[in-house]
């Protein structure tokens, strides 16, 4: 089976942006649905950070996203598995009271995942794993010690990682508890990179000037040959002349 895999679709940035949102939404529409369709994909894993503001939601971004880009998920049989983000979160200290929750969990194909959760399919396991805080770091890293699958994908902050086209984090988790796995996919840093059996993503679209050259789009995962592969998006918003 092949897993659609995106990450930080932060519908709503940059202060509701009309002009962000209709091209964030029209990518969706134009590019990954019909991927999914022509490729006969019919599960998506969303790696956090589903909209941009922790705090309040703006009606007209609502109302978007859940006419297309939920709504669509649904009516395609899509199965749609999310792992809370630092931005889903309304308290920094808990992910008890999140966006997603609140806003989507109506939808039958909506499978919000807030605490470490492990799905099966082809005989492979992989662990999905939200956003560590102070609430639940003791459980998460516990998971992490005990799991059994090779593949975990998840929503980390880890120090020494690309948070931007050659910077690098500093503070946050370390990386100890993960070497141990086969492969790590990461959402939560924008910039796409690799290091050691980490990857981080990517977001699938620019979002701000320092997107400009960085390689955009989202990932297919393959539970049979566990082979990860990126379609790229070429069409981009900010350019260096």
Not at 25 to 33: H, I, V
Not at 100 to 123: I, K, M, R
Not at 216 to 235: C, H
Request: hydrophobic share 35%; with cysteine; aromatic share 14%.
């Amino acid at each position: 089976m092949k897993i659609a895999i995106i990450n930080d679709t932060h519908f709503g940035v940059r202060n509701d942006s009309s002009f962000f949102l209709e091209r964030f939404l029209t990518y969706f529409e134009e590019k990954f649905f019909p991927y999914l369709i022509e490729n006969k994909i019919t599960t998506v894993f969303h790696l956090g950070d589903l909209l941009d503001r922790r705090k309040y939601v703006n009606i007209h971004t609502l109302n978007q996203v859940k006419k297309r880009f939920i709504e669509p998920l649904s009516e395609m049989g899509i199965d749609f598995h999310m792992v809370i983000g630092n931005h889903d979160m309304y308290f920094r200290n808990t992910n008890e009271i999140n966006s997603a929750s609140e806003l989507f969990s109506d939808y039958d194909n909506f499978n919000l995942h807030e605490t470490p959760f492990v799905f099966e399919h082809d005989g492979l396991c992989i662990g999905l794993v939200p956003w560590v805080c102070r609430e639940n770091e003791e459980k998460i890293l516990e998971f992490l010690e005990n799991c059994s699958c090779p593949i975990v994908m998840g929503h980390f902050e880890l120090s020494g990682y690309q948070v931007l086209s050659g910077v690098n984090f500093k503070g946050g988790m370390s990386d100890a508890s993960l070497k141990r796995f086969e492969m790590v996919l990461s959402g939560h840093f924008h910039s796409r990179s690799q290091k050691n059996n980490v990857h981080y993503l990517g977001t699938q679209y620019d979002m701000t000037f320092a997107d400009a050259d960085c390689q955009k789009g989202f990932s297919v995962f393959d539970t049979k040959t566990r082979n990860l592969e990126f379609i790229e998006n070429k069409d981009g918003i900010f350019y260096v002349l």
